[in-house]
């Protein structure tokens, strides 16, 4: 990949720029979802006169934004540990196998040990 220069640009950045473009292309769904959804709960509301209409679609969209960005960071924060609980599950299934497969070695061993010596 090479930058707009014709730089090369290391597979890292690279990356960072992707999951960069990704946020802001998620952010914006987002955004564009708030405003939806106020525009379908304020055409409920047809008493309002445009003005209020206005301000509850904005207070509507934001406070809906905001209940999207808590969601993401709960979300986040739970797989977060969920991978630390896996990565700490496969290191102790690891460490028991890497175990079993020494104490198996070593039974045969000492069996072939044993065997030589008859």
């Known amino acids: 990949m090479t930058a707009m220069d014709d730089r090369p640009v ?7 720029l992707i999951h960069e473009i990704e946020g802001h292309l998620l952010v914006e769904s987002a955004r564009t979802e708030s405003r939806a959804a ?9 008493w309002l006169s445009r003005a209020e209409r206005e301000e509850v679609e904005r207070a509507y969209a934001e406070d809906h934004l905001a209940l999207t960005h808590r969601t993401w960071r709960h979300t986040a924060h739970r797989c977060r540990e969920l991978r630390t609980e896996y990565e700490t599950r496969y290191r102790a299934l690891r460490n028991r196998l890497l175990a079993g497969c020494l104490l198996g070695l070593a039974f045969l061993t000492a069996l072939a040990l044993v065997l030589a010596g008859v």
């Open 38 to 46: 106020a525009a379908r709960f304020t055409a409920r509301l047809d």
């Open 10 to 16: 290391a597979p890292a950045e690279a990356a960072l």
